[in-house]
């Protein structure tokens, strides 16, 4: 089956050259053409536009910034999809926009799976990651064997939009445990625990989470702060969580207070930033300033 991919950034380009190493025929597209000559340097062939792109593939990638650029990618090539074609939206989306991409694909006879990823660029680039899954079985069946060169894990966590709705969910559950992790830190230091004691008891008990367990070994205690995921793509997640509890008459009030934290108290840090960056904002700094 020959596939397209459309946006080839930190994460969709690991992707592409994950497939292509793995002897995937692959045409790409994305509006930066340095991006795109990255591609062809590794052996894809490139597309004019998702229009084009969309007139070869049997498995069309998307791999875009928010929402609202996978619906006017998706409209925008529509008439092009071909007959029996899958869209796999590894983005993290909004789960109204995958239900209707995939209401536009039963009335012109393609599927839309969403299938949004965790792992970063590393994880993008050596196939290792995780990917969760919502829409058709039988295509989520016959994505299979391009799953597992993309992935260490999937997990089918229901219909169209499912995949989208659990992407939210751990996104916000990862911005609140960094907020309190960091938090846990000073209070260990004032108490004259260092840091990575305090974490390997934590890890040993139920406080445990994966910030704890990959996020401070790996980009906080040695200052790396290089995972690849910025500040802004996690607040932008932090305002899909508020989105998606606002359109569910879903109380999440004990999540409101980090919310703010990353929307509004630590503005200091700036979008470019690193997100595991949070963990240096200190709000008792914050008040006294």
Known sequence: MHIGLIGCG???GGMGAQLLANGRSLTCYDPNPDTLAKMAELGADLAASPTTLARVADIIILSLPKASVVDAVMRDMLPDIQDG????????????TSQAMAKLGDAQGFSFVDGPVSGGPAAANSGTMTMLLGGSLDAIARLRPTLEILTAKTVTVGGSGAGHAAK??????????LVLVGEAVRLG??????PEY???????????SGVSEVNFPKWVLNDAFDSGFT???MRKDVG??????KASDVDISGFSGIADIWLNASRDVPDSA???EIVKFDGKEAQDV
């Open 198 to 208: 305090l974490l390997e008891g934590i890890n040993a008990g139920s406080g445990r």
């Open 240 to 245: 899909l969580a508020l989105d998606l509890a």
């Open 231 to 233: 500040m802004g793509l």
């Open 189 to 194: 230091k004032a108490a004259g625990v260092d």
């Open 168 to 177: 939210i969910a751990n996104n916000m559950l990862c911005a609140a445990n």
């Open 274 to 276: 690193d997100f595991n």
């Open 10 to 12: 930190n994460m969709g």
């Open 85 to 96: 074609a899958i869209v796999l939206d590894t983005s993290t989306s909004e789960p109204v």
